[in-house]
């Protein structure tokens, strides 16, 4: 059945039970929920944190590559990192579809089953959104994540300063490298099938080293298909003092610069670390050295977080998905705000950008 077969009232009806299992709503939190014409939600700390995001068919996923379920996780993911890197937790999720009438009614309920089972694990209830038509062919859908820092203040881009530890918390590289393995025309629909998502290790490593290429290659589409980022590990930072945060979503070369640049400050990062920690196992088994280096430099849509913190001492102690230091943040040079490695400027280390390709 396709959505022009239905109505958007019927479709509401088919969604909202998905919706009701991605959290517990009560009142004190969310005094007025999906039904009216806005909810209603509270801010115990008395601010709220607002992120948004959108992916757009044929651009941000392919139907060839991610089923719908893998399209609501990733799109929870991005959006819950977001919160996370403020230093915040997530509290209510608000969903929108723009999608052409010709679109199978169950790729929408298997789109709200996959933002509903990372909402449900953040505990931020779905609650309301939008339904609109689109232009053949067209599926444009959205989140707007809420976050409450519970009487913390945000943290910041702005924050590092010299003399700071810089770490990362989740995995790097591998949702870059199962995005170039798909490129390559490895890992199929079908390896990507599960009812809850899962996740790398939380030293970003992934397999072992010794593990089969093939179970190397699955690891990667499959994380790249549905990440799902660390955002316990925002709040949780956040309490420890972080000074700066911000998820990995660009690259971790790029999104470090703009910490570097907001802060004022130069970044160096430990090359060794970043070789032994993330880039070997599952990505070199995949890709090879060469592109498994790269991709921990540049891969984007990770969602891990990344932050300066002021010495190793004040890590947040996470035993399960702990933080891994990876550089130093130094003083301001003659060049202005950049970042190194090993102290030197890293080549062809472009992340991504929406409008320059």
């Given at each position: 059945m396709r959505l022009r077969d239905t109505s958007e009232g019927e479709l509401l009806a088919r969604i909202f039970p998905i919706y009701a299992g991605s959290g517990h709503v009560d009142e004190a939190s969310v005094p007025?929920?999906?039904?009216?014409?806005?909810?209603?939600?509270?801010?115990?700390?008395?601010?709220?944190?607002?992120?948004?995001?959108?992916?757009?068919?044929?651009?941000?996923?392919?139907?060839?590559?991610?089923?719908?379920?893998?399209?609501?996780?990733?799109?929870?993911?991005?959006?819950?990192?977001d919160i996370a890197a403020m230093g915040a937790e997530p509290t209510a999720l608000l969903v929108s579809l723009a999608a052409d009438p010709d679109l199978q009614v169950s790729w929408a309920e298997d789109l709200a089953r996959g933002i509903a089972s990372l909402a449900s694990r953040a505990g931020a209830?779905?609650?309301?959104?939008?339904?609109?038509?689109?232009?053949?062919?067209?599926?444009?859908?959205?989140?707007?994540?809420?976050?409450?820092?519970?009487?913390?203040?945000?943290?910041?881009?702005?924050?590092?300063?010299?003399?700071?530890?810089?770490?990362?918390?989740?995995s790097l590289g591998l949702s870059g490298g199962g995005l170039a393995l798909l490129h390559r025309g490895e890992g199929t629909l079908s390896d990507a099938v599960w009812d809850e998502p899962g996740c790398s290790d939380g030293g970003g490593r992934g397999s072992d080293?010794?593990?089969?290429?093939?179970?190397?290659?699955?690891?990667?589409?499959?994380?790249?298909?549905?990440?799902?980022?660390?955002?316990?590990?925002?709040?949780?930072?956040?309490?420890?003092?972080?000074?700066?945060?911000?998820?990995?979503s660009d690259g971790l070369v790029t999104d470090l610069t703009r910490i570097a640049r907001a802060s004022e400050v130069g970044i160096d990062l430990d090359g060794t670390v970043l070789r032994e920690r993330f880039a070997a196992g599952s990505l070199t088994?995949?890709?090879?050295?060469?592109?498994?280096?790269?991709?921990?430099?540049?891969?984007?849509?990770?969602?891990?977080?990344?932050?300066?913190?002021?010495?190793?001492?004040?890590?947040?102690?996470?035993?399960?998905?702990?933080?891994?230091?990876?550089?130093?943040?130094?003083?301001?040079?003659?060049?202005?705000?950049?970042?190194?490695?090993?102290?030197?400027?890293?080549?062809?280390?472009?992340?991504?950008?929406?409008?320059?390709?």
């Open positions: 007025v929920g999906p039904g009216d014409d806005a909810a209603v939600v509270g801010a115990p700390g008395g601010t709220v944190v607002a992120t948004t995001d959108s992916m757009v068919r044929g651009l941000d996923w392919r139907d060839d590559w991610s089923s719908a379920h893998d399209v609501g996780v990733k799109l929870a993911a991005q959006n819950l990192a209830p779905v609650v309301g959104g939008d339904l609109s038509g689109a232009p053949a062919g067209v599926v444009v859908v959205s989140v707007t994540a809420l976050g409450d820092l519970r009487g913390r203040a945000p943290v910041r881009r702005c924050g590092a300063r010299p003399g700071d530890v810089i770490a990362v918390c989740g080293a010794g593990s089969s290429r093939s179970a190397a290659v699955r690891e990667l589409v499959t994380y790249h298909r549905a990440p799902v980022p660390p955002w316990q590990a925002g709040p949780r930072a956040g309490a420890c003092g972080a000074r700066a945060l911000i998820d990995v088994v995949a890709l090879g050295e060469r592109e498994a280096w790269h991709q921990v430099l540049t891969g984007g849509e990770e969602h891990s977080l990344v932050g300066a913190f002021a010495g190793e001492a004040s890590l947040p102690p996470d035993t399960d998905r702990p933080w891994v230091v990876i550089g130093r943040v130094l003083p301001l040079g003659s060049g202005g705000p950049h970042l190194t490695v090993d102290g030197e400027v890293p080549g062809d280390a472009k992340g991504w950008d929406h409008f320059a390709r």
